[in-house]
């Protein structure tokens, strides 16, 4: 037969005491004191150790430069404690580095939800979202956080991508605003002068195509005609664009008929 006794929750059979003596009961319970009393001097770090344990853990793996390792680390420590900004924000950039950008949107989104204000963290979430094809709110984090940036190197890529979204959804005056502005801050950076090439190219077929649809026999549509048979070196047809151009409106500004004339003089 069998009798339960009710310790700490838990139910423990014992022999009675017809097949255990009362001295042997007696002398387990001594036991299972002394083993609960173990117990509870054994207890597990608390919750800012472990986080603190691992930290130092992290960011020893970071000095490491091993991001495999240091990943796992700083998640647990988000796991800990949630609203960590360091560990969101550290793992997100180490799953961009790599291009995890779907797995590191989360954390770094999180990181600026606690703290919005951490300007390189909000370029990276745009970038990351570019990438994952959220052109919005790529749009939107990059608008916002590239004025904050002062590092020149990360604010050219972070301005030359805000360039291409703008070139992308159509808003090319944007674009050229922006790339004017670059071009002036950052005047021997090639890949900014680049993008000022492209962008004005862009604004220029822009422009072009939309005066051919709204004035196609303008003087002003054989103004541009003519500018662009000059860039190609063709200067009698670019002489007779201009000769179109002020025979439809002879009160032209003085450019367009000082144009004409070189261009005659050039023939």
Same mark, same amino acid.
């Given at each position: ?7 700490? $929750? ?19 319970? +001594?036991?299972?004191?002394?083993? /609960? ?15 603190? =344990? ?5 960011? =020893? ?13 700083? =998640? ?30 989360? =954390? ?70 922006? +790339? #004017? ?16 090439? $492209?962008?004005?190219?862009?604004? #220029?077929?822009? /422009?072009?195509? /939309?005066? #051919?649809?709204?004035?196609?026999? /303008? ?49």
């Amino acid at each position: 037969m069998f009798a339960v006794l009710s310790v700490s $929750r838990q139910l423990l059979p014992w022999y009675d005491e017809a097949i255990m003596p009362a001295k042997s009961v007696a002398s387990a319970l +001594v036991l299972l004191r002394l083993f /609960s009393l173990a117990v509870v001097g054994q207890t597990l770090p608390n919750e800012k150790e472990q986080i603190a =344990q691992r930290e130092r853990l992290a960011q =020893q793996y970071d000095q490491e430069k091993q991001p495999d390792l240091a990943i796992p680390e700083w =998640q647990k420590v988000v796991a800990l404690d949630p609203k960590n900004v360091v560990a969101r924000a550290n793992s997100g950039v180490l799953l961009f580095s790599p291009g995890k950008y779907a797995d590191a949107v989360p =954390q770094l989104q999180n990181a600026i939800n606690i703290q919005s204000n951490l300007w390189k963290i909000r370029s990276l979430l745009g970038l990351a979202d570019e990438h994952i094809g959220d052109l919005a709110d790529a749009g939107k984090e990059l608008e916002a956080s590239f004025p904050m940036i002062e590092e020149p190197k990360f604010k050219i890529e972070v301005g030359l991508d805000l360039v291409g979204l703008h070139t992308e959804s159509g808003e090319l005056d944007k674009a050229a605003n922006l +790339v #004017s502005r670059m071009k002036t801050a950052y005047p021997d950076a090639p890949e900014v002068l680049y993008a000022a090439y $492209r962008t004005y190219a862009d604004l #220029s077929g822009e /422009s072009m195509l /939309s005066l #051919s649809l709204v004035a196609p026999d /303008s003087a002003q549509m054989h103004q541009l005609l003519a500018h662009e048979e000059t860039r190609e070196g063709n200067t009698n047809g670019a002489i007779a664009q201009y000769r179109k151009a002020t025979a439809i409106d002879p009160h032209l500004p003085g450019g367009a008929l000082r144009a004409c004339g070189t261009a005659a003089h050039i023939a």
